[in-house]
């Protein structure tokens, strides 16, 4: 009974242990200890580590040890030979607390730790340094990212509340594509060569997850609610005659420190402050995709704040006031816009030809919406009855007007004539596709599930209307970029976030 009794005082001291361990108490690290088992007949004077059994701890052998027990005492069992080798056991005594994990940020009622900062700092400075681009300041880039990391969690939440949910059948396609667009015969392959590259796949697959959710939320809640006026079509169009430089590109790089909504004077002129540091570093040599991936709050800063090349006509005219006076290489000073502080560099400058001809599809369809009452599954399936219908006989004009959620199902789903870049990118490239004639399946786009018919195609002269069709694109893209930053700043204001980054470094 005595050799029971402490094979379960053993077990629940190590099952004590084993639960200060995981619960993160303590874990300490330090010296090792040898104790080695006694041969002797004799009891052990030295008490086993961490262990207190109730009863004494007379005569008893340690475990592995051949021990006969005397039969002149009347009180114990008969002796027994237990034949098993000698074992010299390691017990880690151990001291100091061991750090687990931290929380960095509380954004209303979840977390951002440590670890997942860290191992967003990894990934981006392997993309950094990948890129060629030299490391801003370790704290002052994981200030950056957590505050990325911030507003992504905002918009996750947002979504949530409002029923904007990405399931994995809609997420594997757009993997598929995104493998097919990197020139990749398989999504299995396209897997092996982001592992190859070191990219935690699983990882990899939630953040396009993420980048679906903010593309819809910015399309419901921004896109969709901005008005472009025939006024301002006409004001941009004579702006643009006037304008120097209209057929010519630019390929820029850019730095944005963005101004909070309603901010006080103290906090515009910190940021205006921010920018000046930013501006010091590129005057003192620093790179400038360095000094954007330290410093620039707009989407693009961990590319360098690369902006790729912009015609005149999609360039905002504060921007083409700086140009005008810049040469390939140079950086402009810090200016203020509505957004905040911007600073420019021109990287490189070219004639653009103007096109003359473009190509032109006719096209109409159906769409069904999804929304918190009706998920996405469920659209789907509406639609694909409704393609049934037609397919059997049914009236695609009737169809669209008795089922269509868009502004078109008054005119039998008509879309007109569709140049290029008028329709959301899966729209377009479903629609580019199909043959004259030829129904799509269930198509999916920010806007929710569409059937498409491609009714005809042509090549026509850009003509006024189309020229104002590329100005209303450019004004649009333009106010997104403004509102798409207003909103984002208002879903800051209205949230709690409590920073704890500073007591984790």
């Given at each position: 009974m005595l050799h029971i009794k402490l094979m379960l005082a053993l077990l629940l001291s190590l099952a004590c242990t084993a639960n200060v361990y995981a619960a993160g108490l303590q874990k300490t690290s330090g010296t090792t200890k040898k104790i080695k088992a006694p041969t002797q007949t004799t009891p052990s004077t030295t008490p086993a580590p961490s262990i207190t059994p109730a009863t004494p701890a007379t005569d008893v052998p340690a475990p592995g040890t051949a021990k006969k027990l005397s039969s002149q005492n009347p009180t114990l069992p008969p002796a027994v030979d237990l034949q098993t080798p000698d074992i010299t056991k390691k017990i880690t005594v151990q001291t100091g607390p061991v750090l687990i994990d931290q929380i960095v940020a509380v954004v209303n009622n979840d977390a951002i730790t440590r670890y997942e900062l860290e191992d967003r700092l990894g990934i981006v400075e392997r993309q950094l340094k990948k890129q060629g681009t030299a490391l801003p300041a370790i704290d002052m880039l994981k200030k950056q990212l957590l505050e990325r990391m911030?507003?992504?969690?905002?918009?996750?939440?947002?979504?949530?509340?409002?029923?904007?949910?990405?399931?994995?059948?809609?997420?594997?396609?757009?993997?598929?594509?995104?493998?097919?667009?990197?020139?990749?015969?398989?999504?299995?392959?396209?897997?092996?060569?982001?592992e190859k590259e070191g990219v935690d796949f699983k990882k990899f697959r939630e953040e396009i997850r993420g980048e679906i959710i903010y593309a819809r939320l910015r399309e419901r809640e921004v896109d969709s609610k901005l008005v472009i006026s025939e006024g301002e079509v006409d004001n941009y169009l004579n702006n643009q005659a006037k304008q120097l430089g209209k057929g010519e590109e630019f390929h820029l790089a850019h730095i944005l420190v963005l101004v909070p909504e309603q901010a006080s004077a103290d906090k515009i002129q910190a940021t205006r402050q921010r920018a000046d540091q930013a501006l010091a570093q590129l005057r003192g040599g620093a790179e400038f995709a360095q000094v954007a991936a330290g410093f620039s709050d707009a989407k693009d800063a961990l590319e360098g704040g690369n902006l790729g090349w912009r015609s005149?006509?999609?360039?905002?005219?504060?921007?083409?006031?700086?140009?005008?006076?810049?040469?390939?290489?140079?950086?402009?000073?810090?200016?203020?816009?509505?957004?905040?502080?911007?600073?420019?560099?021109?990287?490189?400058?070219r004639s653009k030809e103007n096109s003359i001809v473009i190509g032109q599809t006719e096209a109409r369809h159906i769409l069904i919406k999804t929304s918190e009452l009706v998920p996405e599954n469920e659209a789907k399936s509406r639609l694909l009855v409704i393609k049934q219908r037609i397919e059997k006989g049914a009236d695609f004009t009737k169809q669209a007007k008795l089922y269509s959620e868009d502004g078109s199902a008054a005119k039998g789903g008509d879309l007109g004539w569709i140049s290029p870049g008028d329709t959301v990118p899966e729209f377009e490239a479903a629609m580019n596709q199909l043959e004259i004639g030829q129904m799509s399946g269930a198509v999916q786009s920010t806007f929710g599930w569409h059937l498409i018919q491609v009714l005809d195609r042509r090549s026509t002269d850009v003509s006024v209307k189309e020229k104002k069709k590329q100005a209303q694109m450019a004004i649009r893209a333009d106010k997104s970029d403004a509102a798409y930053q207003d909103w984002l700043r208002q879903l800051r204001d209205g949230a709690t976030i409590e920073y704890r980054l500073e007591q984790a470094l």
């Open positions: 911030i507003t992504e969690m905002l918009q996750v939440q947002f979504a949530k509340e409002t029923g904007i949910r990405i399931d994995d059948i809609q997420l594997d396609k757009t993997m598929q594509r995104i493998a097919k667009e990197n020139k990749f015969p398989s999504l299995t392959e396209f897997r092996a060569q982001l005149a006509d999609r360039t905002p005219a504060i921007f083409m006031e700086i140009l005008r006076k810049m040469a390939p290489g140079e950086t402009s000073p810090v200016f203020r816009s509505p957004n905040g502080f911007h600073i420019l560099k021109l990287l490189e400058k």
